[in-house]
């Protein structure tokens, strides 16, 4: 059995059992990175962890055993009352091809833990010249091998979905209550998990006619989630509302202010380009690893 095929069931099993990656491992007396791995089909259980995650499922469901973990994806949802149905964050891609598809759910599986997170994003104003507007942002791994988005400051909250193809991150989201929507691609980070990404954000101003505008943006990774998503779902409102959307003076580096004012390039008018060779995105450093 592959470990990526393995990954998928072990996926569709907690699903079905309502059950979280951490009360997995407490129920099997191993270490939760030990499940992630396996739900993230980066490895397979030993014999003896695979044993005793079958008889932990046979006290669930009636007559499984280990010839199930032999079925493919699909009978395997059946056998547990589940659908594989593509929904969620896939399935707001559906319009995309779906050979791209795939690599969004491949990238999902193999490195939406490097983005997990909360993050905060910085701006350019664009009322206030030399001044910057922050954003909270939830970034969290969904079930279905997609990536969920939110986005909140002050009154709007946006909602949607991201994806990793190839070393960026894309994302989409909505406000429904505003009808609006945003749009970000990011330099990702290729094997590190991600602790600052850079990239350009393209939405609308709120101006009578919803301006077109397109920004320069950097996110720094500003907390963890867990496996309670309704309290993470908290956690979020609450930085959004303890958050100041303008920026302190002087609160906002002089080289990340150096970096969203350099967007323009003259010698090819019209165009904003954050050339990746450039990017401030960057992954875990020994200072973050120690806190």
């Given at each position: 059995?592959?470990?990526?095929?393995?990954?998928?069931?072990?996926?569709?099993?907690?699903?079905?059992?309502?059950?979280?990656?951490?009360?997995?491992?407490s129920?099997?007396?191993?270490?939760?990175?030990?499940?992630?791995?396996w739900?993230?089909?980066?490895?397979?259980?030993s014999?003896?962890?695979?044993?005793?995650?079958?008889?932990?499922?046979?006290?669930?469901?009636?007559?499984?055993?280990?010839?199930?973990?032999?079925?493919s994806?699909?009978?395997f949802?059946?056998?547990?009352?589940v659908?594989?149905?593509?929904?969620?964050?896939?399935?707001?891609?559906?319009?995309?091809?779906?050979?791209?598809?795939?690599?969004?759910?491949?990238?999902?599986?193999?490195r939406?833990?490097?983005?997990?997170?909360?993050?905060q994003?910085?701006?350019?104003?664009?009322?206030?010249?030399?001044?910057?507007?922050?954003?909270?942002v939830?970034?969290?791994s969904?079930?279905?091998?997609?990536?969920?988005?939110?986005?909140?400051?002050?009154?709007?909250r946006?909602?949607?979905?991201?994806?990793?193809?190839?070393?960026?991150?894309?994302?989409?989201?909505?406000?429904?209550?505003?009808?609006?929507?945003?749009?970000g691609?990011?330099?990702g980070?290729?094997?590190q998990?991600?602790?600052?990404?850079?990239?350009?954000s393209?939405?609308?101003l709120?101006?009578?006619?919803?301006?077109p505008?397109?920004?320069?943006?950097?996110?720094?990774r500003?907390?963890?989630?867990?496996?309670?998503?309704?309290?993470?779902?908290?956690?979020?409102?609450?930085?959004?509302s303890?958050?100041?959307?303008?920026?302190?003076?002087?609160?906002?580096?002089?080289?990340?202010?150096?970096?969203?004012a350099?967007?323009?390039?003259?010698?090819?008018?019209?165009?904003?380009?954050?050339?990746?060779?450039?990017?401030?995105?960057?992954?875990?450093?020994?200072?973050?690893?120690a806190?």
């Amino acid at each position: 059995m592959r470990p990526d095929s393995f990954g998928e069931k072990l996926r569709i099993l907690l699903k079905a059992l309502v059950l979280s990656r951490t009360g997995l491992a407490s129920s099997l007396n191993v270490d939760k990175s030990l499940v992630g791995r396996w739900a993230a089909g980066t490895v397979i259980p030993s014999e003896h962890n695979l044993a005793n995650l079958t008889r932990f499922v046979a006290t669930r469901v009636d007559g499984f055993n280990m010839l199930d973990w032999d079925r493919s994806s699909a009978e395997f949802a059946t056998a547990l009352g589940v659908s594989t149905a593509v929904a969620g964050p896939i399935g707001a891609f559906g319009w995309l091809p779906s050979s791209i598809q795939e690599e969004a759910r491949r990238g999902a599986r193999q490195r939406g833990w490097a983005y997990e997170g909360l993050w905060q994003s910085t701006r350019a104003s664009s009322d206030l010249p030399g001044r910057f507007l922050c954003d909270i942002v939830q970034i969290r791994s969904g079930p279905e091998d997609g990536i969920r988005f939110r986005s909140g400051i002050e009154g709007v909250r946006y909602e949607g979905v991201a994806a990793i193809l190839q070393h960026q991150l894309f994302y989409f989201g909505a406000d429904a209550e505003h009808g609006t929507v945003i749009f970000g691609i990011f330099s990702g980070v290729a094997r590190q998990r991600a602790q600052v990404i850079e990239g350009l954000s393209l939405g609308t101003l709120r101006d009578a006619g919803g301006s077109p505008m397109a920004s320069a943006c950097v996110m720094a990774r500003i907390g963890e989630l867990s496996d309670d998503p309704e309290e993470d779902d908290r956690r979020f409102e609450a930085a959004v509302s303890t958050l100041t959307p303008l920026a302190p003076e002087g609160s906002v580096s002089q080289e990340v202010q150096d970096r969203l004012a350099r967007t323009q390039t003259p010698a090819i008018p019209g165009y904003l380009r954050l050339l990746f060779a450039h990017s401030l995105s960057r992954g875990a450093v020994l200072e973050d690893d120690a806190s």
